[in-house]
């Protein structure tokens, strides 16, 4: 990391006026159907961002050179840690709740597998996709998952390709929709809140921090308990999620991709 590029006055400046302006913009509640779309501060940053990426539009590396933006990318998540000391804080007060939520909270990580289930038939069925439909949608495709993937197939093979680019999107675009939907589905008022805020634990900081903060801002009054559910999640997530998706979610993808009339899987392919 080269810290020359980190210190330039050029992004530091870019980060604060894009900060002052999502905040000042503030949240926006608009009516959708049955709920109500939160627009938090994170939407307009985001937007802001992908104005401002010299890698989209050239004429921005006036503003933000690349070297400079590449540079910043591992910022990313030393600006989140503060986020998850908070989870910390917030878990030691509310862990009577957390305990009364028994199994539910334990469990909760076979919720995933509904991506597996929801997404595999889509992509063989519609989208026609080979074997990439397995690595794109046994998991939530976060690091851990790869891991898996990298290690039974290699990245290079078509589980590994369809791993990646859903990692990839989800990096892009995942923080942006977690705080949407999060919010909307909030707004419904159908399920527990507290459940959709297990349900944020997914494995990835960025993406908890922006669905928890969503949550919190639809019932502030649940605020400190939202947020303790959603890091408690989190970290089971972390613990659990790996064997989940080694022992039980790969293989259903595996067996499921057979039974939908998917190609042969070919045998173990380790990358030289």
């Not at 080269?2 to 006055?9: E, G, N, P, V």
């Not at 992004?11 to 109500?36: F, K, N, Q």
């Not at 909760?108 to 597998?113: A, K, P, S, V």
């Amino acid at each position: 990391m080269d810290m020359k590029l980190l210190l330039d006055w050029r992004l530091h400046l870019t980060v604060v006026l894009a900060s002052l302006l999502a905040e000042a913009i503030g949240i926006l509640r608009i009516p959708l159907g049955p709920g109500t779309l939160l627009l938090l501060p994170l939407f307009y940053a985001f937007l802001i961002g992908v104005l401002l990426n010299p890698h989209l539009f050239s004429g921005m590396q006036r503003i933000i050179p690349k070297r400079v933006s590449n540079a910043a990318g591992p910022l990313i998540m030393i600006s989140i840690l503060p986020f998850i000391a908070k989870f910390g804080s917030t878990i030691g007060p509310a862990i009577e709740q957390i305990i009364a939520a028994g199994p539910a909270l334990i469990l909760q990580e076979l919720g995933n597998l509904g991506t597996m289930l929801l997404a595999l038939p889509f992509a063989v069925l519609v989208l026609r996709m080979g074997r990439e439909a397995i690595g794109a949608t046994y998991s939530i495709a976060r690091e851990p998952n790869i891991a898996i993937i990298s290690d039974k197939y290699g990245l290079r093979s078509p589980e590994g390709i369809g791993i990646m680019g859903v990692y990839v999107v989800g990096t892009m675009f995942g923080t942006l929709y977690f705080a949407l939907m999060a919010g909307y589905l909030a707004s419904l008022d159908v399920l527990d809140i507290r459940a959709l805020a297990m349900a944020c634990g997914v494995g990835s900081g960025s993406m908890v921090a922006a669905c928890s903060g969503a949550l919190a801002e639809a019932a502030p009054h649940l605020r400190d308990e939202l947020l303790a559910f959603s890091g408690a999640s989190n970290l089971l997530t972390y613990a659990t999620g790996l064997y989940v998706s080694l022992f039980i979610a790969l293989p259903a993808a595996e067996w499921l991709y057979k039974r939908l009339g998917g190609a042969p899987l070919q045998e173990v392919r380790h990358e030289s």
